[in-house]
């Protein structure tokens, strides 16, 4: 019997999808799924996962090992967080050293990470949902790189130093980076080395 080789695809998730094929939920109707983007071979699974309100660099494999080592902890996976407010120096440092959140009902302190802020606004695929204006008060870009993935971590560790996400992008999962993809765009490839 022939072993059928595995696939494997990088897709930039668009806001409000969730990064799912089948919706359990019980709001099954209403909610937006990744085979919407793209007719994906049978098997195919999301490595990790973004949020409904959340976008970026999702991989999807039909490999179980490549997504389980991924999702080890070991793989950076890099995000950029426009939050509310001109982010300080005191909270960047704060965020590089690790912050208090909620994970499961108990109180977890986050790994030390790298975090910086972005001088220049990403260019980044127009979001679905407009964010706001600048009426509301200024914004400012934050990279923030982990190795774990605790869930909305990014959004809990910005809240946590007093500048709440108000749009956030994973835009690296190891070596593998957004590169230009527009929202919805998948590509296939070759394999995921990250």
């Given at each position: 019997m022939k072993k059928t080789a595995h696939e494997h695809f990088t897709l930039y998730k668009p806001y409000g999808y969730l990064s799912q094929f089948v919706n359990n939920g019980p709001k099954k109707n209403s909610k937006r799924l990744l085979g919407e983007l793209y007719?994906?071979?049978?098997?195919?699974?999301?490595?990790?996962?973004?949020?409904?309100?959340?976008?970026?660099?999702?991989?999807?494999?039909?490999n179980g090992k490549v997504s389980h080592e991924i999702c080890s902890g070991e793989i950076e996976k890099e995000y950029y967080a426009q939050v509310d407010g001109l982010i300080t120096e005191a909270a960047i440092n704060q965020l590089q050293q690790g912050v208090e959140i909620g994970y499961s009902g108990k109180k977890y302190q986050t790994k030390p990470c790298e975090a910086f802020r972005l001088i220049d606004?990403?260019?980044?695929?127009?979001?679905?949902?407009?964010?706001r204006d600048s009426r509301h008060g200024p914004t400012?870009?934050?990279?923030?790189?982990?190795?774990?993935?605790?869930?909305?971590?990014?959004?809990?560790?910005?809240?946590?130093?007093?500048?709440?996400?108000?749009?956030l992008v994973r835009v690296r999962v190891g070596d593998i980076k957004i590169n230009g993809m527009q929202a919805g765009e998948v590509l296939p490839v070759e394999t995921l080395g990250v």
């Open positions: 007719d994906f071979p049978e098997g195919t699974m999301a490595v990790g996962r973004l949020d409904e309100d959340s976008e970026g660099l999702l991989l999807l494999t039909t606004v990403p260019n980044l695929p127009k979001r679905a949902k407009k964010i400012s870009w934050v990279s923030i790189t982990l190795t774990e993935g605790k869930f909305r971590q990014v959004k809990k560790m910005t809240a946590a130093v007093g500048f709440p996400t108000l749009r």
